[in-house]
C-alpha cells in the first residue's frame, strides 16, 4: 500500500479505490467521498474524516485509533476486526454497518446512544 502519512487529501474523490494496507495515519480526509473503497488493513490512526463518506467501504482489519469520525458516513461499511480505540465518534450514519466482537472501541468518544447500543450487540 501507498504512504500518504500526514497528507492533506481533504474533498478527494477515491471512490472504489484500492488502498489495502496503505498507510493514511494522520491524514486530512475532511469530506472525502470513499465509497466503496477497499481499506482492509489500512492504517488511519489520528486521520480526521469528518464528514467522509465511507458508504460500503471495506475497513476490514483497519487501524482508525484516535481518528475523528465526526458526521461521517459509515452505512453498509465493513469494520470487522476494526481497531477504533481512542477514536472519536460523533454523529454518524451508521445504517447496516458491519461491527463484529473482535472490533475494538476500547475509550473512543461516542455521542450517539443508539450506535452504543448498536455496536454493543455485536462487540
Do not use: C
Not at 22 to 33: C, E, I, K, T
Not at 66 to 89: C, P, W
Not at 100 to 121: L, M, V
Request: negative net charge; charged residues 15%; proline residues 1%.
Amino acid at each position: 500500500g501507498g504512504n500518504v502519512s500526514g497528507g492533506d487529501v481533504m474533498g478527494a474523490n477515491l471512490s472504489g479505490g484500492r488502498l489495502v494496507g496503505s498507510n493514511l495515519g494522520g491524514a486530512d480526509l475532511v469530506g472525502a467521498r470513499l465509497w466503496g473503497a477497499n481499506l482492509v488493513s489500512t492504517r488511519l490512526w489520528g486521520a480526521n474524516l469528518r464528514d467522509a463518506h465511507l458508504v460500503g467501504a471495506k475497513l476490514v482489519g483497519a487501524n482508525l485509533g484516535g481518528a475523528r469520525l465526526v458526521g461521517v458516513d459509515l452505512g453498509g461499511a465493513d469494520l470487522k476486526h476494526a481497531e477504533l480505540t481512542n477514536s472519536i465518534i460523533i454523529n454518524p450514519n451508521y445504517e447496516s454497518l458491519t461491527v463484529n466482537s473482535s472490533t475494538e472501541f476500547n475509550n473512543a468518544t461516542i455521542d450517539d446512544s443508539q450506535f452504543i447500543d448498536y455496536i454493543t450487540q455485536y462487540t
